[in-house]
């Protein structure tokens, strides 16, 4: 197992996104969960996020957890608080919920689904859905509610996960509407490239709100072919336009920088919509690179 330098308080975890997509069934869907938790463990990291193919009681999650001495990380909501109340968002998030608090889980991805029209990752990515002013103050107060009561109910922290073809997608949109939901944020630095602009500035304007951090890097050449065709999000990751850290465009120093002048205390997630079939993205390869990256940055 591979020591890693992180300061005590932080911890490197993997998506199994390398292993099983989760959105596009074809990629890994041969690929079983044992193995994605097997390779993950033997890489070195301390903890996995959930996945399409985990179970979804404690009771039988746990146990495959511990086999490979891994922490359960973080789990995925689709949140929908664009079109219903946070009543109704708390009711649909319950479930999801128990089962994080109950394996140990502290915060809680929200992934802005909500906001995109119907088959999105599938459409040109210039096509997707935008908030004007009005709305965007809509839906930011609702997240601040629900960052409220999902702590107060679950004690679960949210971390809200910009994300290209949601509504909340370039810089300006992030302070938009984190400029007044003050909630939690997940910066994601492949989301932030490849929605154009530097990761780095989250962390300067809102890195008292960052509660989870994703490690994704990106091919711009692949990038730039995506925006140029007006290609869709799954084009891209089709061919490649997302990799784990150190194999593409991106700098990572600022995540270290952050992490040690900020006092972060939480997950750095390994994470990397790829092909597992395509040589470049040997799940366990490539996760292992994306580990060695990140350590030597420590």
């Known amino acids: 197992m591979t020591k890693t330098n992180l300061p005590d308080g932080v911890r490197l975890g993997v998506a199994p996104l390398s292993w099983t997509n989760d959105v596009l069934e074809e990629l890994g869907g041969d690929i079983t969960l044992e193995t994605c938790l097997a390779e993950a463990a033997e890489?070195?990291?301390a903890g996995v996020e959930l996945g399409r193919k985990f179970p979804r009681d404690a009771e039988t999650l746990k146990p495959l957890l511990d086999a490979q001495r891994l922490a359960l990380v973080s789990g995925w909501h689709s949140g929908f608080l664009t079109e219903r109340d946070v009543a109704a968002e708390m009711e649909a998030v319950a479930d999801h919920a128990k089962?994080?608090?109950?394996l140990g889980v502290e915060v809680m991805v929200y992934g802005p689904v909500g906001t995109m029209a119907q088959g999105a990752l599938d459409?040109?990515?210039?096509?997707?859905?935008t908030l004007d002013d009005d709305q965007a103050a809509v839906y930011a107060d609702r997240l601040k509610e629900f960052d409220r009561r999902l702590f107060g109910e679950f004690g679960l922290r949210m971390a809200y996960h910009h994300h290209l073809m949601m509504v909340v997608e370039t810089f300006d949109e992030v302070c938009r509407v984190?400029?007044?939901?003050?909630?939690?944020?997940?910066?994601d630095t492949g989301h932030a490239f490849a929605g154009g602009f530097?990761?780095?500035k989250l962390f300067d304007r809102f890195g008292d709100l960052v509660r989870h951090?994703?490690?994704?890097?990106?091919?711009a050449d692949r990038l730039n072919k995506v925006r140029a065709d007006d290609l869709s999000f799954n084009d891209g990751v089709r061919m490649g336009m997302f990799t784990v850290p150190g194999d593409g465009a991106l700098d990572f120093t600022?995540?270290?920088?952050?992490?040690?002048?900020?006092?972060?205390?939480?997950?750095?997630v390994v994470?990397?919509?790829?092909?597992?079939?395509?040589?470049?993205?040997e799940p366990k390869a490539a996760t292992k690179r994306g580990l060695s990256h990140i350590n030597s940055l420590f």
């Open 123 to 129: 459409v040109p990515m210039s096509h997707r859905l």
């Open 254 to 268: 600022p995540v270290a920088d952050f992490v040690r002048q900020s006092g972060y205390q939480g997950w750095l």
């Open 178 to 187: 984190f400029d007044r939901a003050r909630c939690g944020l997940l910066v």
């Open 198 to 200: 530097d990761y780095a």
């Open 99 to 102: 089962l994080l608090s109950a």
């Open 213 to 219: 951090i994703h490690l994704k890097d990106v091919r």
């Open 43 to 45: 890489n070195g990291y």
């Open 271 to 281: 994470e990397a919509e790829q092909d597992p079939s395509r040589e470049e993205a």
